[in-house]
């Protein structure tokens, strides 16, 4: 999908397929005819279609041509002189007579428009117009051919701009609007933060010159709003057309919004728009129907009333959650796919990583495909390393392989037994429960392949009665089949084998991404401006390297604004964590958390590296000291659940909280004052040891020479960290921290403290 509005003088500037998506869609909102194939598909099924034309077809032409104050420009697939015909490629998967009627009315807007700008260019009084449709799977072409003539084809291409151009006027409006108001936005406070003044100017530099930044800063300096300020104030002298706020969780995108507001709220901005981008199932208001008019009332007609519903979004300046899906619902459209159709109208967007780096992501295709000129903040930075191998990994279970080979549905038997057959040949040559390779499994692919083929057709044909069960397999199988394209030294293929019902061997297949750099890199390179920014971001190579930082980016550490007396820092050396002596280290663990308690009666957090150890040290400190309320994080919690716990630190309160290290109470969290006064974390915070991270140990070694390090020591350290930030949040708080495990006391692991931290005491 793309549509871009760009500025020029008096003038604007649009791309073809923009243009027609805004003025030519109509109907229901339809996905049955998915999924398509995947962009590099696309392009390689363009060039097998160019490649069979003859010798003097002309591919992808460079097109533009003026309706009044509209400059509309593009690139025309392919023309062929001999035949005076213009072609529009599209590439498909599926029986083609299943196509929804709108979607092929939009790929005939878009071949006329283009033929309109081809017969203007080369003085033609006519020519054919051609929709050629490959599908990818069987390599079959299919040609649609109208005859035009060119008075005919300027006709329509006059009416399409004539619909948009309205809508351009409004925006040229509020953009004027909008640059003014930036010129003029001042700070919201009559000063800076201690480092955020710091922040801000580097930030503002980087951009500036068109180079990403790093930047690590403690919390307590402001570091949303101190990252927003300076972006705004350059979108206008740097030509800025977005600003993507990227963050890993909930509590992120609220404080981005909360900042938003303070800019904007005391000051006059009627031509800022703010959108927050929320997950399709947190946004679905009938998770149990499916995304086409016969199923779902908000995709029933909604291209008809997304004009109105558009058109009262764009009055909104603040389009959060809960506004949009007010807009949303009062014109009785879908709120997620009226979000995504604002995304292109908006300046600042707020959303999850996934929407800017996940191989699909919405953002930066539509900032591809429409030459935004971007600027991009990565909230808590330190969390993308392990999300974006999670975004580029995949899985495959062969017990869901089995329910559905059981269910034996119609017409997928053979495919999906020879699967199964393939699968079970993998299991001959395992001689361990865990196994991993550097290669593929070639001949499961294939048949993979095959069986998302055969299912896709099946869902084409009967799209209203899918199995749950197939579809989730489907989407599993796909999900694995994109990843193995992208496979390389960056990856590893692992097999785990497990002993299943009547003690048949069961495996799960993954495809795990160990480095995500190469598929970052070109999110970064693409922005005028990337800034990471986290409480945790050293070392600084560590980051650097596996999130593909181009070479030039510049790095800042801010001083924090807290003192070494605000926390008094203890190790606990002579107790060790490791799991051999788990048992022996319950009870001084129990001992150090009741003295620091009745040594200072308050609210403290206690961290631990898994449940079980956490339920261990629970039960024995309710037993041994049953005056200390205490309190403890659970597998599972939802969001009420999660809020529950947190609402026990009451300002003077008194208990313990008992949580996973890395988990939901673990960064994120805000307990200022006398919320929270000491924590407890008694683990390094190291992976655990097992075969998976061992193969990610060798294979970063071989990379960067530091396999431990990079597998194990700095994720686990930089979780303590973050951690140990819950404690001090204000330049009024004090705290303590007791680090229990006799490695805390090695100076390599020390070295990694924050630098305002005080000297330990052991």
Known sequence: MSCALERGGVSYSVAVRALCEFSAKVGDLDLRFTPSP????????????????????????????????????????????????????????????????????????????????????????????????????????????????????????????????????????????????????????????????????????????????????????????????????????????????????????????DALRQLTDTQAQPGLRTLELIARDKACEHPDKACHGESCPLAAGFYDRLPAARQAAAAQPMLDRSSLRAVALAHQ???????????????????????????????FGLAQAN?????????EAHNLVERGRNMYSASLDQGQLQALRQRKPAGLTTALDRLNRQWNALHKEQRAPYQASDALPQALLRALQQCTSLIQEQMNQSPAHTDPHLLQFFFNALQFNRVAELFDEHFLFDISVRNGPRNKRYSTLCLRNVNPARLLAPRMLSARSVTLFSATLSPRRFYHDLLGMPADTAWLEVAAPFRAEQL?????????????????????????????????????????????YLQQVAELLARQHGQI????????????????????????????????????????????????????????????????????????GRQFGAGFDYAYLYPGVRKVIQAAGRVIRGDQDRGVLVLIDERFAEPRVQQMFPGWWPPAIA
């Open 38 to 257: 995947t962009a590099q598909e696309g392009i390689e099924g363009h060039r097998r279609v160019v490649a069979r034309r003859g010798a003097g077809y002309e591919s992808e032409i460079a097109l533009e041509g003026q309706f009044e104050t509209l400059r509309v420009r593009g690139r025309a697939d392919g023309y062929d002189p001999a035949c005076n015909r213009l072609e529009e490629i599209k590439t498909h998967r599926g029986d083609l007579a299943r196509q929804p009627d709108n979607h092929r009315q939009l790929h005939w807007a878009q071949a006329k428009v283009y033929g309109w700008l081809l017969c203007q260019a080369r003085g033609l009084s006519a020519l054919d117009v051609a929709l050629v449709y490959l599908d990818v799977d069987s390599d079959g072409q299919t040609l649609i051919t109208q005859h035009c003539t060119a008075t005919d084809l300027q006709a329509f291409f006059d009416d399409q701009c004539q619909r948009f151009l309205a809508w351009a006027h409004r925006q040229q409006r509020r953009l004027a609007q909008r640059d003014q108001g930036l010129l003029a936005l001042r700070f919201p406070y009559p000063q800076f933060r201690q480092g955020q003044r710091q922040l801000s100017e580097t930030l503002y530099k980087a951009v500036s010159t068109g180079r990403c930044l790093m930047a690590q800063a403690s919390t307590g300096i402001g570091k949303t709003l101190g990252t927003l300020f300076p972006l705004l104030k350059a979108m206008v002298p740097q030509q800025l057309d977005k600003l993507f706020f990227l963050t890993a969780k909930t509590p992120g995108r609220a404080l981005a919004l």
């Open 333 to 363: 459209v879908c709120p997620y796919y009226l979000g995504q159709e604002m995304a292109r109208w908006v300046d600042v967007l707020i959303a999850d990583y996934n929407y800017y780096f996940d191989a699909h992501a919405l953002l």
């Open 371 to 379: 030459q935004w000129r971007t600027a991009v903040l990565v909230d």
């Open 568 to 612: 008094e820092v203890r190790i606990a050396s002579q107790v060790s964590t490791r799991y051999q002596q788990r048992s022996a280290s319950l009870a001084p663990i129990v001992e150090l958390i009741a003295q620091q308690y009745q040594r200072l009666p308050g609210n403290y957090l206690a961290f631990f590296s898994s449940f079980e």
């Open 629 to 700: 309320p205490l309190w403890s994080q659970a597998p599972g919690m939802d969001e009420g659940e999660r809020q529950a716990f947190l609402d026990r630190f009451v300002e003077g309160g008194r208990g313990v909280g008992f949580a996973v290290l890395g988990g939901a109470f673990g960064e994120g969290v805000d307990l200022p004052g006398t919320r929270l006064i000491g924590a407890f974390v008694a683990t390094l915070g190291l992976p655990q040891v097992n075969p998976i991270n061992e193969q990610f140990k060798q294979r970063l």
